[in-house]
């Protein structure tokens, strides 16, 4: 298995990780149906979305995959008056990542992370490797510290 830029990152941090692959269509993003194969709490696993606030520019925000962000709230925590979603061909070119593959972890720049609160109670958050068909397992505290985000209620 080919080590993206976000494994390579843990590694040399010595972050524990877990590994899972999964077999769907490159391009896919993960869904619940997805992970029906990964045998991964659904609670547990994260999805990451690319946002541009009017203040704060880029910005990334963590949340459970199965919830929907709250627009809102997360202008709120990042102070900015809204956010929306960066149009999907934005995505590669600020991330380094194609759309439904993103993660914090070693992305292109250094954005404001917000990651939901519901993650806080976790023993483990499942996100994007940043490759097709493949997540990674870790402690949420250290992805938090490791992507330099803050916990935030930006998921309803």
Not at 24 to 49: H, M
Not at 135 to 140: N, S
Request: neutral net charge; glycine residues 6%; charged residues 15%.
């Amino acid at each position: 298995m080919m080590k993206t830029n976000a494994i390579l990152t843990l590694e040399a941090l010595n972050i524990p990780y877990q590994l899972q692959e999964y077999d769907v269509n490159s391009g896919v993003p993960v869904t619940a149906s997805t992970l029906g194969q990964t045998r991964i709490p659904l609670k547990q696993s994260f999805k990451t979305l690319v946002l541009r606030g009017d203040c704060l520019g880029v910005l990334l925000a963590v949340l459970p995959l199965h919830t929907q962000l709250s627009f809102k709230a997360l202008a709120q925590c990042s102070l900015n008056q809204n956010t929306r979603l960066v149009p999907r061909s934005e995505v590669e070119s600020l991330t380094g990542y194609e759309p439904g593959e993103v993660t914090a972890l070693a992305c292109r720049c250094s954005y404001p992370v917000f990651v939901d609160r519901r993650a806080e109670d976790l023993e483990q958050i499942w996100v994007s490797a940043g490759k097709p068909n493949l997540i990674v397992g870790l402690a949420p505290i250290d992805y938090l510290q490791l992507v330099q985000g803050s916990f935030a209620a930006i998921a309803k």
